[in-house]
C-alpha cells in the first residue's frame, strides 16, 4: 500500500508544476483570496469616532493575508513532499454536480417541488436505478410525504411555483 | 441531592421519554449509515425541535449525539465501513474479529465498552462543568478571546490530515463568519450588494452543504464499490475473560476520551484513535491488535463515546464546541434561546441536570436498542445509495429552507457541498470551518473589544495570567502536531 502511495507521489512530481494537484488547488484557495482581499477595499471606513477597536476591514483582511500564507506554506511543502495523484473523477460524479445547478435553475425559475422531484429522479437513474416503481417512489412519493410534512409540523410555506400554486390554492 | 433529583427527571417526563427514544432510533439509523452521522443528523433535525420546548429540543440533539457515536461502530464491525468517523479505529480490530465468525462478541464488547465510556463521561461532565462555569466567571474579553484562539489552534491537530491545511480550513470557516453587517457597526461586508447576506451566512446551509451535500457527491463516485458483508446472529454480551481483560482497557480509554472531548475542538475521532494506540501500547498482546484484538474494539469505543460528555463540559460551560456535533447543539441551544456559559448553571440548573440525566438515560437507552436490535440496524445499510441519497437530498434542502424560509440558504448549501467535496478531496478537513465559523464571531468581537480595554496596546493581553495561559496552551497546540509530523 504503501509503495503504490509512493509511486503515486513520484508519480506527480514527474509532472509539470501547473498540473499537480498541490499547485492547482494552492492557486485557486490564492486566487480566491486576493479577489476577496481586494474587495475588502471598498468596504466602509468607521469615523474614528465611533470606530470601537480596529475598523471593520481590519479583521477580514488579517484572516484573507493569514490563510495566503498558509497556503503558500502548504504549496512549498507540497514541493519536498508531493501529494498522491487523485483518481479521475467518474461521469456520476459530474451528473450529480450538474444535477446540483439544474436545481438551482428550475427552482428558481420554475418550482421547488418539481426541482427536488427532477433531482431526485435523475440522480436515482444515473446512480443505476432502473425500476420506474422505485424511481417514482424516490422522485414523486417521497418529496411529497417530505413536502407535507414540513408544510403540517412546521407550518412551512414553500416558495411559490407552477406546482406548489395547485396545492396552495 | 437536589442536583440527582434534577437529573433524574427525565425519567418521570413521559415527554422526555419518548424523545429520549426516538432520539436514540434516529442516532442509530443516522451512526449506521455511512457518511450520515450525528452532526448531519443534528443539523437536519434541528428545525423540527422548533416544534419543541428548550429542554426537550437539546435532549434530542443530545441522544442523537450519543447514539449516533455508538452506532458507528455496527457499520465498522460488519462492513469495515466506519459509519461515523469516530468509529474508524473500531474498524481495525471489529472487522477482523467479525470475519472469524466472532460478530456477535465484538458488536457486545463495542455496545458495553461504549455504555461504560459514556457513562464515565457524564459523571465528568456533572462534576467538572460547574467548575468550568465557575472558573469562567473570571474570565473576560481578553481571555474569552485567548480561550477561542486555544480553541482554534487545537483544530491543527484534529484527524490525521495536514495541521496547516486545518488551519486554513478554520480561518475559512471564521472569514465566512465575517460576511453580512459587522455586529459592532453595521457597515456591510462581503455582501456585494445582496439583501440576504446582510444577516451573514446561516450555520445550518454550511453544516448540510459540507457534510451531507458533499457526502453525496462523495458517494457518485463510490457507485462501484462493493461492501463485504458479515454475518450478525446476535449480540452476544461479554464473557468474564473478556471483562478480565479489557476493564483497565475502558477506563483508561473512558478517562482519555472524556479528557480529549474536553479540549475545544477534539472530538469522538482523535479520541477514538488515542484510545485506540493506548490500548495497544499497555497491553499484553499487542501483536493481536489488527487481527481481531477484543481490547482494541474495548479502547476505540470506550474513549469516542467518552468523549461525548467531555466535549459536552465547554460547549456548556463557556459556549464553545467540543466537537463538530457539539457546534449543532451550540446552535440549537442559541436558537431556542438558551446562552451557555456560567450564568446558565447559576439561573437553569434544572435544564442543565435534565440535559446530564438525559445523555444518562440516552447511554442506557442505546444499549437496549444496540444489544437488541443491532442486527435490524445492519440492515438498514442495505437501502442502496441510489434509493437512500435522493431521499436525504429531500430532507436536507426542505430543512435547510425551513429554518429562515430562504430559498438563499439552499443554493449556499449546495455551494458548499461542492467546496466541502473539493476539501476532503484534497485533504482538507470540513470540521475546523465549522468551528471556525461557530467561533468567527466571538474571536472577532473580544478581540475588538479586548482592543478597546487595552486602549491600542496589544502587549497588555500579556499581563493577563489566564490569557497567557491559552496562549502558550495555543502555542503548544500548533507546535506539536508539526513535531509529531516530523517524527513520523
Not at chain 1, 513520484?10 to 494537484?21: G, I, T
Not at chain 2, 444518562?360 to 444489544?371: C, K, P, S
Request: glycine share 10%.
Amino acid at each position: 500500500m504503501n509503495n503504490v502511495q509512493s509511486k503515486k507521489r513520484a508519480n506527480q512530481k514527474s509532472l509539470p508544476f501547473f498540473v499537480r494537484d498541490a499547485f492547482r488547488v494552492c492557486f485557486v484557495i490564492i486566487f480566491i483570496s486576493i479577489i476577496l482581499l481586494i474587495s475588502t477595499f471598498s468596504f466602509d471606513i468607521v469615523p474614528p469616532i465611533l470606530n470601537r477597536g480596529i475598523q471593520p476591514v481590519t479583521f477580514p483582511k488579517g484572516l484573507l493575508i493569514l490563510i495566503i500564507s498558509l497556503t503558500l506554506i502548504v504549496y512549498y511543502l507540497s514541493l519536498k513532499n508531493p501529494w498522491k495523484i487523485e483518481k479521475k473523477l467518474p461521469k456520476p460524479f459530474f451528473i450529480t454536480l450538474l444535477n446540483f445547478v439544474l436545481f438551482v435553475i428550475i427552482s428558481k425559475f420554475l418550482d421547488f417541488f418539481l426541482a427536488i422531484s427532477v433531482l431526485s429522479v435523475l440522480v436515482s437513474y444515473f446512480w443505476g436505478e432502473r425500476r420506474i416503481l422505485y424511481l417514482i417512489m424516490v422522485s414523486i412519493i417521497f418529496p411529497i410525504i417530505v413536502f407535507i410534512f414540513f408544510e403540517t409540523i412546521l407550518g412551512l410555506r414553500f416558495p411559490p411555483g407552477i406546482i406548489t400554486n395547485l396545492y396552495y390554492y | 441531592m437536589e442536583n440527582l433529583s434534577l437529573m433524574l427527571a427525565p425519567l418521570f417526563s413521559s415527554k422526555l421519554l419518548i424523545v429520549l427514544f426516538f432520539g436514540t432510533l434516529f442516532g442509530l439509523i443516522l451512526g449506521v449509515l455511512p457518511g450520515l452521522g450525528p452532526t448531519t443528523g443534528g443539523a437536519l433535525i434541528l428545525p423540527f425541535t422548533m416544534t419543541l420546548d428548550p429542554l426537550s429540543a437539546i435532549v434530542l440533539l443530545t441522544t442523537i449525539y450519543c447514539a449516533g457515536t455508538y452506532g458507528g461502530a455496527i457499520t465498522a464491525v460488519l462492513i469495515n465501513t466506519p459509519g461515523t468517523p469516530a468509529a474508524a479505529a473500531t474498524c481495525l480490530d471489529g472487522y477482523p474479529l467479525a470475519q472469524k465468525g466472532e460478530a456477535g462478541r465484538a458488536l457486545g464488547m463495542a455496545t458495553v465498552s461504549s455504555v461504560v465510556g459514556g457513562i464515565f463521561s457524564v459523571i465528568v461532565l456533572v462534576f467538572f462543568a460547574p467548575f468550568l462555569a465557575k472558573l469562567a466567571y473570571e474570565f473576560g474579553q481578553p481571555e474569552y478571546f485567548a480561550l477561542a484562539i486555544f480553541g482554534l489552534t487545537m483544530l491543527a491537530s484534529i484527524g490525521d490530515g495536514s495541521p496547516i491545511k486545518n488551519l486554513i480550513a478554520g480561518a475559512f470557516g471564521i472569514l465566512i463568519s465575517t460576511i453580512g453587517k459587522d455586529f459592532m457597526t453595521s457597515i456591510d461586508r462581503f455582501t456585494y450588494g445582496i439583501n440576504e447576506l446582510s444577516e451573514g451566512i446561516g450555520f445550518i446551509p454550511v453544516v448540510v452543504g459540507l457534510f451531507a451535500m458533499s457526502e453525496m457527491l462523495i458517494q457518485s463516485t463510490l457507485l462501484n464499490q462493493i461492501f463485504k458483508r458479515v454475518a450478525l446472529k446476535a449480540v452476544k454480551l461479554p464473557t468474564l475473560k473478556d471483562y478480565k481483560s479489557t476493564w483497565k482497557t475502558i477506563l483508561r480509554s473512558s478517562g482519555i476520551g472524556s479528557f480529549i472531548g474536553v479540549l475545544p475542538a477534539e472530538g469522538g475521532t482523535v479520541a477514538s484513535l488515542i484510545g485506540y494506540s493506548e490500548a495497544k501500547r499497555w497491553s499484553k498482546k499487542p501483536d493481536e491488535f489488527g487481527k481481531g484484538s477484543i481490547e482494541g474494539i474495548a479502547g476505540a469505543e470506550a474513549a469516542n463515546n467518552a468523549a461525548t460528555g467531555g466535549a459536552m463540559v465547554p460547549t456548556l460551560a463557556l459556549g464553545i464546541p467540543g466537537s463538530a456535533t457539539t457546534a449543532v447543539i451550540l446552535t440549537g441551544l442559541i436558537i431556542h434561546g438558551v446562552r451557555p456559559g456560567p450564568d446558565l448553571f447559576r439561573e437553569q440548573p434544572e435544564f442543565l441536570y435534565g440535559i446530564f440525566g438525559a445523555m444518562l438515560i440516552a447511554n442506557i437507552m442505546f444499549f437496549i436498542l444496540g444489544f437488541f436490535g443491532a442486527k435490524i440496524f445492519a440492515r438498514i445499510t442495505l437501502v442502496p445509495n441510489k434509493l437512500l441519497w435522493p431521499m436525504i437530498f429531500a430532507v436536507s434542502v426542505c430543512g435547510t429552507y425551513s429554518l429562515s424560509q430562504s430559498m438563499l440558504d439552499v443554493w449556499i448549501m449546495l455551494l458548499f457541498g461542492a467546496i466541502g467535496f473539493f476539501m476532503r478531496r484534497y485533504g482538507f478537513s470540513v470540521v475546523p470551518v465549522i468551528i471556525g465559523l461557530i467561533l468567527g464571531e466571538l474571536v472577532e468581537g473580544t478581540l475588538r473589544q479586548s482592543i478597546v480595554i487595552f486602549d491600542g496596546n496589544w502587549l497588555l493581553f500579556l499581563t493577563r495570567p489566564i490569557a497567557l495561559t491559552f496562549f502558550i496552551l495555543s502555542l503548544i497546540a500548533l507546535i506539536f502536531p508539526l513535531l509529531k509530523k516530523k517524527r513520523k
